[in-house]
């Protein structure tokens, strides 16, 4: 079974550019979450999606935003890169909007120069 | 508002003695803690949890243990092996006003056995 796959697995953007990230869940898993790991801190909450809609969101601004799709992958977007948005971004699935138990890809290393 | 605290940073071990990660939190609404394992170029692996209605969660080497009134858990693993050697993370299950969960995460303990 495939677990959760992340795309790119790395990539090089320029301040001021537009980034997305794409994620596709575990077969059956309808929750996405993203999450965002800056160096020598924990994963930051971002986002959740449930049933393709936004079911929370955390202490980001609005130039992040993110969807989900009718088979249930996710995108990630970032605007107006900044420095600061250079991390490691994770997907995370889980089966329902109260399972507690999540299941992360391998992330999308992103860096801004 | 750091709401999950790992303080130790790092800790070596030697190989086949146990290892015992610390967290602490803040939030006594905390109701499921997690723990999962991290090697570089990889994604978080899930551990081992527990929840707030258990004092303790065993599988195989590695045991959570929960202290509500102290607003602490500990994973031990027992006997520790080098390919334990990996950055853990302590996470807790925090309800939104969706009903959703999220996860918040602590800043990792950076575990190393030595051979």
């Known amino acids: 079974d495939a677990g959760v796959t992340q795309s790119p697995t790395h990539l090089i953007k320029t301040r001021g550019q537009q980034v997305t990230l794409r994620c596709s869940p575990i077969?059956?898993?309808?929750?996405v979450s993203w999450y965002q790991q800056v160096l020598g801190q924990g994963p930051q909450f971002i986002f959740q999606y449930y049933e393709k809609e936004e079911r929370g969101r955390g202490n980001f601004p609005d130039r992040f935003s993110a969807r989900q799709f009718p088979n249930y992958s996710s995108e990630l977007n970032v605007n107006a890169l900044l420095l600061g948005d250079s991390a490691l971004y994770l997907c995370?699935?889980?089966?329902?909007?109260?399972?507690?138990?999540?299941?992360f890809g391998q992330g999308t290393r992103l860096t801004v120069v | 508002d750091q709401q999950v605290k790992q303080n130790s940073p790092s800790l070596s071990v030697q190989e086949g003695r146990i290892s015992i990660l610390n967290c602490d939190y803040t939030n006594s609404m905390f109701d499921y803690f997690l723990w999962y394992k991290k090697y570089p170029a990889e994604g978080p692996t899930f551990l081992i949890s527990?929840?707030?209605?258990?004092d303790k969660n065993e599988d195989g080497r590695f045991t959570v243990f929960l202290n509500k009134s102290a607003k602490h858990l500990s994973l031990h693993i027992v006997p520790s092996q080098p390919g334990d050697s990996a950055v853990y993370f302590c996470?807790?299950?925090?309800?939104?006003?969706?009903?959703?969960?999220?996860?918040?995460f602590g800043t990792g303990t950076r575990l190393k056995v030595l051979a």
């Open positions: 527990i929840s707030s209605i258990k």
């Open positions: 995370a699935s889980s089966l329902g909007q109260t399972y507690t138990e999540a299941f």
């Open positions: 996470a807790a299950s925090a309800i939104m006003t969706s009903g959703t969960y999220k996860y918040i």
């Open positions: 077969s059956g898993h309808k929750s």
